[in-house]
């Protein structure tokens, strides 16, 4: 497993060739939205956008009212990315540059996203971790929201190897106390044209 710094510097680099080059890029969060419309998430609910980047979701969080969104990612290079992106608007935003799973949550969420970070975890070790930081930033009653490169999508990204799943694969590493919500299937088009099949899930802590 690569050290928090050197994940770090390998996202800043990739953030540093622009974002809108990067293959997640995509101009409107629509896969993100569509899923929490189907979980029935409400402006009243805080979220946590975890390895955000400079995803255009929390744009779309506070125009539709949201006050009380986190955007957290390892990379300060994608999170200044986005900062820039809403201008004055980005001081409504708690903006945390940490390292997911060593991260220590001081609260929990109602609805937790996740657009293209788990599957970067490819050991029983780091999904473990992954696992231990949802609990603790979740109670009964919250969301999590996934996307995942869909079991025929990508085997690397970004220069990294990857895991693949279906929601069935998803629900199969959550355990029994999180309940499929929601699931569907996306084929995200990168910015040079190439189809990267994704897999959505939603799931309920109860």
Request: charged share 25%.
């Amino acid at each position: 497993m690569e050290s928090s710094s050197e994940l770090a510097a390998h996202w800043d680099d990739a953030y540093g060739h622009g974002d809108a080059t990067r293959s997640w890029y995509q101009t409107e969060a629509d896969g993100s939205l569509r899923m929490f419309e189907r979980c029935a998430v409400v402006p009243a609910d805080s979220v946590v956008d975890v390895g955000a980047g400079a995803s255009t979701l929390v744009d779309a969080l506070l125009a539709r009212g949201h006050s009380d969104v986190t955007v957290l990612d390892i990379s300060a290079a994608g999170l200044d990315t986005a900062r820039r992106r809403l201008g004055p608007a980005a001081d409504r935003v708690n903006w945390l540059v940490r390292d997911l799973l060593a991260w220590r949550p001081e609260r929990t969420y109602r609805v937790w996203h996740d657009r293209a970070v788990f599957h970067f975890l490819t050991t029983d070790e780091a999904r473990g971790q992954y696992l231990r930081v949802l609990r603790a930033a979740t109670a009964p009653g919250s969301v999590a929201v996934f996307a995942t490169f869909a079991p025929d999508g990508p085997e690397r990204c970004s220069g990294l190897p990857v895991a693949r799943y279906s929601a069935a694969g998803l629900a199969a590493v959550l355990d029994a106390h999180w309940l499929p919500v929601a699931d569907g299937r996306e084929r995200h088009r990168t910015p040079f044209g190439a189809v990267q099949p994704f897999t959505w899930a939603a799931f309920r802590r109860c």
